[in-house]
Every structure is written in structure tokens, then in C-alpha cells.
């Protein structure tokens, strides 16, 4: 698979994985890290290092190459991850078609529901879109978030969708497959899911429809909103509206907005706030929330004022907690939802009860003072302990009594007491996440050279393979690996290596390679050399003690003849 490795090479590995996770370069090092997206964590335990174009995560224990990193992230498979880095890089694909049945069954439901959002679009445009278009000027959205969100209608006899897309000869079981068009209980053939409604299409992380929210425009048409139903493309738990338009915002400004629907999405981000998502349609999901915190791990959640203290809104709070996010509320008063709120009071009134929002927790406090009489000591107490049973959900320890303390004071309750509660209801500390297994020094930094380049292995590594020393090693399988790659090709790859490595090993090959060493090809030979020098002074010493120890060993099981043997040796050996 020449084309693979050629793909590898030229994709930008740190760039290609920091569109997804927010990376920083390690101090001193060439190496990246950032917060894990496969795993929840609050400390950095995954990185990114360019030279081997690999990336790991020691918490969870994911690795590997981009393409790897392509399919877990984006649940594609091998082929599909291919294709979407080629495409994003602008590389052309070989003529050779690298796809199987799942690729081209996800490919022709992408072409359908580009084709939906094309006839949708024309239809909102066309002479059968002016109520469509009328009930859209009154809710005050103009032309151009039309187009930006590529709003559209779906036709209300229930035939237009299907007879396009049957056009194009997909067979009925991929049409069925598409969530677009509905078998009929009777007499065979399809009808349109979506009939008449206003569509808003829902993308991917690249912008590409994946699926449709449609809203009832006829008063009576019920559910009001209608969502497609999972799918292959689609998997609704995973996927935010607006997020692949907002994630650049998010990142710039270090917070996200969390709306309730399409409509708020739309009427916050064209008055200019860019940092705006809203689930499509479900209760808030911990994947959603986790693939927010790619992005950034603060948030403003903008509550539907009904919904404030409702038991659902609080699920979704403590999922934020849980998550590791830090969260505030947005609570608008009038009962106005976001969308009205700037309509009625202009932008500048919504950026202004933005940046006021409280932390989550001064907001629950808010809501005890409201509910008890915090003028007593009693009403003060049943007031944190209120608050208390979201402060003990917060992950870490510190960060748990630095609240604690905080919402203490502004509740006036004695700090005595908050102490308390909280040594009575600790729950264990977190384990900080491990960083995978230790290599020696001299070892890391004999590899690290070895792997940086090809003249250090030509030199180095015939007279390394003759030491016994290297058995010694803990890295002494990557050693023995990489002795037989060199032996067999006179250039190899790191995958190569990889794969003759077994599990335990492998990691040991990553902790190595993820080692904060910087070893620039052009020092690798020096430093290489260094190494093998201290190595050879080590190695009679290291005979010496091995010798040694053999000794011991006799005496303790009571051959003295070996014994006697051994010293005899060692005698030899330590005149020499
Ligand atoms: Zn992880």
C-alpha cells in the first residue's frame, strides 16, 4: 500500500489532530500534548509527536497513526479515513477504487442527502417557498442566513425526494437505509419522510449534511420538530448543530454557547456570536459534551427560562460537571429564549448578560437563596447543602473546596462547617493518569537517536548488536527489533517497527518516543555514540556485577564448587 505511506508522509499530523483536539507544543520538546478526546480527563495524558507522525494517549491507552486517529475520531473506516485525508490535504486518490461495501454505502447516502439539501434549497427559493419564506422573514431571519445555513422546504405531497434520488439508481435497500424516504406498509414503493416542513440541515465535523431537523410550518402538523432517525451517517448522540461553524470561535474565545434549537443557533450566530451549538434534537449526551471540550472546556449554557431547575436540566448540568467542564448559566429574564432576546434588546444586551453570566454554582446558590430564608443559620445550612451535592460532583479535589469555600461565603455559612461536610462526604481523590511504563535514560536516549537517523543506525548499530548489555535492557525486544529491520532493508519505517513489536513492547516503544528528548537528525549520530561509549565503559562493570551476583547465588544454595568456580572468574576477570 505505497499510496498509504505517501499519504502519511505528506498530511500534517500535529495540524490534522489539532483541528480536533487543542494542542500545545511540550516545553523543550517537538513533541505535542493536549487532552485526550477518547477519554475524560482534567491533566494532559495525550500526545502528538510530529517526527514519528504518531500520536498516544497514556490514560486510555489509544495510538497510533492520522489515519488511525480518523477512524476513532470520526468513526470512519480505514478506507473512508483514507479518502477524507486525501481530500482534505488535496491529494488525488489512486485510480484504484479503495473502498468497501460500508464506504459505498455511506458515500451514496452522502450524495442523498446532498442532493435533499440541493432540492430543499431550491424549493424555499422557488414560488412554493413564500410562506416558507414569510414565516422565516417574521421570526427575522434575512436572506443570508438562508444561505449560510442552508435552510430549506421540503415538498408537501410526499413524492418530490424520492423520485430524485430514484433517479439516480440507488437500490431500495440503501434508499431505506437514507432515513430520507420511508417504505410504504402497503403496495410497495417510498414516500418522504420530511413533507412540508422547514429544514435545517445537520452537518458533520467537516461540513458535510449528514441529516435534517425539519420544523412543522402548518399549524396542527405534529411533532413539531421531526429529526432523522439514526443512520450510518448520523449517529445523533455524537453530533452538534452548528458545531463545524463554530469550532474556530470557540477555540479563539475559550468558551462555547449552548442553546436549546435551531432557531436560537441561527439568531445568536448571525447577530455575530459566533461560538454557538445546540444538540440536535436530544437530551445533551456525554459524547457531545466530550467533543465540545476538544474545543474548549468552559461553557455558557443559555436555559430556556421554563426549563431552569427542572430535573432534566439538572441531568444536563451535572453531565457538564461530570465531564470536567467549567460552567456557567445564562438564565434570560421575560421569558425570552435567545433568538427573541436579541430581536427585542439587540446584541449588545445579549454580549452583556453573556459576560455576567454566573458560575453554575453561584447560580444554584442563587436559586437556595431564593428558597430558603438565609436570614437564619438554619435557612443559611439548608441552603449549601443545597448547593453541596453539585460541588461534590466536581472532579478535582482542589478545585472542589476552592468552591466549596467560594459559594460558603456568599452564602454566609461558617467555613467551619463546609469543611466538615466535605471531610465526611470526600469521595477518593482522583488517580492521576499514568504515563505509561519508565525506560531508563541512556536507553530512551540511545533509541530515540537510533529511530532519529539512518547514519546513527549505520554506525552504531553494528557494534551495539555485538554487546551483551543490550539484554539487559528493558527496551531490549525494540532493540532486537530494530537490529533485524536494519539487517534486512536499508531504510525502515516506524511502522514497520511497530508491527513486529508485541503489546508490551510497543508500549515501551511509545514511551520512548514520547519521551521529552529532542534528538534533531544531525545530532542523532554524536549522541548516538555517546551512548554506545557509556555503554562500553558500563559493560565490564556490568559483567563484573552480574558475575558477582552469580556468586552469591551459589553460596546462598550451597554450591560451593560453582562458587569457588565463580570467584575464581571474577578474580581472573578484576586483575585484567
Ligand atoms: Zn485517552
Given at each position: 500500500m505505497?499510496f498509504v505511506?505517501q499519504?502519511k508522509?505528506?498530511?500534517?499530523?500535529?495540524?490534522?489532530?489539532g483541528?480536533y483536539?487543542?494542542?500545545?507544543?511540550?516545553?523543550?520538546s517537538s513533541?505535542?500534548?493536549?487532552?485526550?478526546?477518547?477519554?475524560?480527563?482534567?491533566t494532559p495524558?495525550?500526545?502528538?509527536n510530529?517526527?514519528?507522525?504518531?500520536?498516544?494517549c497514556?490514560g486510555?491507552?489509544?495510538?497510533?497513526?492520522?489515519?488511525?486517529?480518523?477512524?476513532?475520531?470520526?468513526?470512519?473506516?480505514?478506507?473512508?479515513?483514507?479518502?477524507?485525508l486525501?481530500?482534505?490535504n488535496?491529494?488525488a486518490?489512486?485510480k484504484?477504487?479503495y473502498?468497501?461495501?460500508d464506504?459505498?454505502?455511506?458515500?451514496?447516502?452522502?450524495?442523498m442527502?446532498?442532493?435533499?439539501a440541493?432540492?430543499?434549497?431550491s424549493?424555499?427559493?422557488?414560488?412554493?417557498?413564500?410562506?416558507a419564506r414569510?414565516y422565516?422573514a417574521?421570526?427575522?431571519?434575512?436572506q443570508?442566513?438562508?444561505?449560510t445555513f442552508?435552510l430549506?422546504?421540503?415538498?408537501?405531497?410526499?413524492?418530490?425526494?424520492f423520485?430524485?434520488?430514484?433517479?439516480?439508481?440507488?437500490?431500495p435497500?440503501?434508499l431505506e437505509?437514507?432515513g430520507?424516504?420511508?417504505?410504504r406498509q402497503?403496495?410497495?414503493?417510498?414516500?418522504d419522510?420530511?413533507?412540508?416542513?422547514?429544514?435545517?440541515?445537520i452537518?458533520?465535523?467537516s461540513?458535510?449534511?449528514i441529516?435534517?431537523?425539519g420544523?412543522?410550518?402548518?399549524?396542527?402538523?405534529?411533532?413539531k420538530?421531526?429529526?432523522s432517525?439514526?443512520?450510518?451517517?448520523?449517529?445523533?448522540?455524537?453530533?452538534?448543530?452548528n458545531?463545524?461553524?463554530?469550532?474556530?470561535?470557540?477555540?479563539?474565545l475559550?468558551?462555547?454557547i449552548?442553546?436549546e434549537?435551531y432557531?436560537?443557533?441561527i439568531g445568536?450566530?448571525?447577530?455575530?456570536?459566533r461560538?454557538?451549538?445546540?444538540?440536535?434534537?436530544?437530551?445533551l449526551?456525554n459524547?457531545?459534551?466530550r467533543?465540545?471540550?476538544?474545543?474548549?472546556?468552559r461553557?455558557?449554557?443559555n436555559?430556556d427560562?421554563?426549563?431552569?431547575?427542572?430535573n432534566?436540566?439538572?441531568?444536563?448540568?451535572?453531565?457538564?460537571?461530570?465531564?470536567?467542564m467549567?460552567?456557567?448559566?445564562?438564565e434570560?429574564?421575560?421569558?425570552?429564549?435567545?433568538?427573541?432576546?436579541?430581536?427585542?434588546?439587540g446584541?449588545?444586551?445579549?454580549?452583556?448578560?453573556?459576560?455576567?453570566?454566573?458560575?453554575?454554582?453561584?447560580?444554584?446558590?442563587?436559586?437556595?437563596?431564593?428558597?430558603?430564608?438565609?436570614?437564619t443559620?438554619?435557612?443559611?445550612?439548608?441552603?449549601?447543602?443545597f448547593?453541596?451535592?453539585s460541588?461534590?460532583?466536581?472532579?478535582?479535589?482542589?478545585?472542589?473546596?476552592?468552591i466549596?469555600?467560594?459559594?460558603a461565603?456568599?452564602?454566609?455559612?461558617?467555613?467551619?462547617m463546609?469543611?466538615?461536610?466535605?471531610?465526611?462526604?470526600q469521595?477518593?481523590?482522583n488517580?492521576?493518569?499514568?504515563?505509561g511504563?519508565v525506560v531508563?535514560?541512556?536507553?530512551?536516549?540511545?533509541?530515540?537517536?537510533?529511530?532519529a537517523?539512518?547514519?546513527?543506525?549505520?554506525q552504531?548499530?553494528?557494534h551495539?548488536?555485538?554487546?551483551s548489555?543490550?539484554?539487559?535492557?528493558t527496551?531490549?525486544?525494540?532493540?532486537?527489533?530494530?537490529?533485524?529491520?536494519?539487517h534486512?532493508?536499508?531504510?525502515?519505517?516506524?511502522?514497520?517497527?511497530?508491527?513486529?513489536l508485541?503489546?508490551?513492547?510497543?508500549?515501551?516503544?511509545?514511551?520512548?518516543?514520547?519521551?521529552?528528548?529532542?534528538?534533531?537528525?544531525?545530532?542523532a549520530?554524536a549522541?548516538a555514540?555517546?551512548?554506545?561509549?557509556?555503554l562500553?565503559?558500563?559493560?565490564p562493570?556490568?559483567?563484573?556485577?552480574?558475575?558477582?551476583?552469580r556468586?552469591?547465588?551459589?553460596?546462598?544454595?550451597?554450591?560451593?564448587?560453582?562458587a569457588?568456580?565463580?570467584?575464581?572468574?571474577l578474580?581472573?576477570r578484576s586483575?585484567?
Amino acid at each position: 500500500m505505497e499510496f498509504v505511506e505517501q499519504l502519511k508522509s505528506s498530511v500534517d499530523i500535529v495540524r490534522t489532530i489539532g483541528e480536533y483536539v487543542r494542542l500545545k507544543k511540550a516545553g523543550g520538546s517537538s513533541r505535542y500534548t493536549g487532552l485526550c478526546p477518547f477519554h475524560n480527563e482534567k491533566t494532559p495524558s495525550f500526545s502528538v509527536n510530529p517526527i514519528h507522525q504518531r500520536f498516544k494517549c497514556f490514560g486510555c491507552g489509544v495510538g497510533g497513526d492520522v489515519i488511525e486517529f480518523i477512524m476513532q475520531i470520526d468513526r470512519l473506516t480505514f478506507f473512508e479515513a483514507l479518502k477524507l485525508l486525501a481530500e482534505r490535504n488535496g491529494i488525488a486518490m489512486p485510480k484504484r477504487e479503495y473502498a468497501d461495501a460500508d464506504s459505498r454505502l455511506r458515500a451514496a447516502l452522502l450524495e442523498m442527502h446532498e442532493m435533499a439539501a440541493a432540492l430543499f434549497q431550491s424549493n424555499l427559493s422557488g414560488t412554493g417557498g413564500a410562506d416558507a419564506r414569510a414565516y422565516l422573514a417574521g421570526r427575522g431571519v434575512p436572506q443570508e442566513d438562508l444561505d449560510t445555513f442552508a435552510l430549506g422546504l421540503s415538498d408537501s405531497g410526499g413524492q418530490q425526494l424520492f423520485r430524485r434520488i430514484d433517479q439516480t439508481r440507488f437500490p431500495p435497500e440503501v434508499l431505506e437505509q437514507s432515513g430520507l424516504v420511508m417504505k410504504r406498509q402497503e403496495g410497495g414503493g417510498f414516500y418522504d419522510r420530511f413533507r412540508g416542513r422547514l429544514m435545517f440541515p445537520i452537518h458533520d465535523h467537516s461540513g458535510k449534511t449528514i441529516a435534517f431537523g425539519g420544523r412543522a410550518l402548518r399549524a396542527g402538523d405534529e411533532p413539531k420538530y421531526l429529526n432523522s432517525p439514526e443512520t450510518r451517517l448520523y449517529h445523533k448522540t455524537y453530533v452538534l448543530y452548528n458545531l463545524h461553524r463554530a469550532k474556530d470561535a470557540i477555540r479563539k474565545l475559550d468558551y462555547s454557547i449552548l442553546v436549546e434549537g435551531y432557531m436560537d443557533v441561527i439568531g445568536v450566530y448571525s447577530a455575530g456570536i459566533r461560538n454557538v451549538v445546540a444538540s440536535c434534537g436530544t437530551a445533551l449526551t456525554n459524547t457531545q459534551v466530550r467533543t465540545l471540550k476538544q474545543h474548549s472546556e468552559r461553557i455558557v449554557v443559555n436555559f430556556d427560562p421554563d426549563a431552569a431547575g427542572s430535573n432534566a436540566t439538572e441531568k444536563y448540568m451535572q453531565l457538564l460537571l461530570d465531564e470536567g467542564m467549567t460552567v456557567r448559566v445564562l438564565e434570560l429574564d421575560r421569558n425570552l429564549d435567545p433568538d427573541e432576546y436579541i430581536k427585542e434588546l439587540g446584541v449588545d444586551a445579549y454580549r452583556a448578560r453573556l459576560e455576567k453570566a454566573p458560575s453554575y454554582f453561584h447560580w444554584l446558590a442563587d436559586r437556595a437563596r431564593k428558597k430558603f430564608d438565609i436570614h437564619t443559620v438554619e435557612g443559611r445550612i439548608q441552603g449549601f447543602k443545597f448547593v453541596a451535592p453539585s460541588i461534590e460532583r466536581v472532579p478535582d479535589r482542589l478545585e472542589r473546596f476552592a468552591i466549596a469555600n467560594d459559594i460558603a461565603g456568599y452564602l454566609g455559612v461558617d467555613a467551619h462547617m463546609v469543611r466538615d461536610h466535605f471531610s465526611r462526604n470526600q469521595k477518593a481523590a482522583n488517580r492521576p493518569a499514568s504515563r505509561g511504563p519508565v525506560v531508563p535514560p541512556n536507553e530512551r536516549l540511545l533509541l530515540n537517536s537510533l529511530l532519529a537517523s539512518e547514519l546513527a543506525r549505520m554506525q552504531v548499530i553494528p557494534h551495539l548488536s555485538e554487546m551483551s548489555v543490550i539484554e539487559r535492557f528493558t527496551t531490549r525486544n525494540v532493540f532486537r527489533a530494530i537490529f533485524t529491520l536494519h539487517h534486512d532493508q536499508v531504510s525502515f519505517r516506524f511502522s514497520d517497527l511497530e508491527g513486529r513489536l508485541e503489546d508490551a513492547d510497543r508500549d515501551l516503544l511509545s514511551a520512548v518516543v514520547f519521551a521529552d528528548d529532542i534528538i534533531e537528525e544531525q545530532d542523532a549520530l554524536a549522541q548516538a555514540v555517546a551512548c554506545l561509549e557509556s555503554l562500553r565503559a558500563q559493560e565490564p562493570k556490568s559483567e563484573m556485577a552480574e558475575l558477582r551476583a552469580r556468586v552469591q547465588t551459589a553460596e546462598r544454595e550451597g554450591n560451593l564448587e560453582e562458587a569457588l568456580r565463580l570467584a575464581d572468574e571474577l578474580n581472573r576477570r578484576s586483575r585484567r
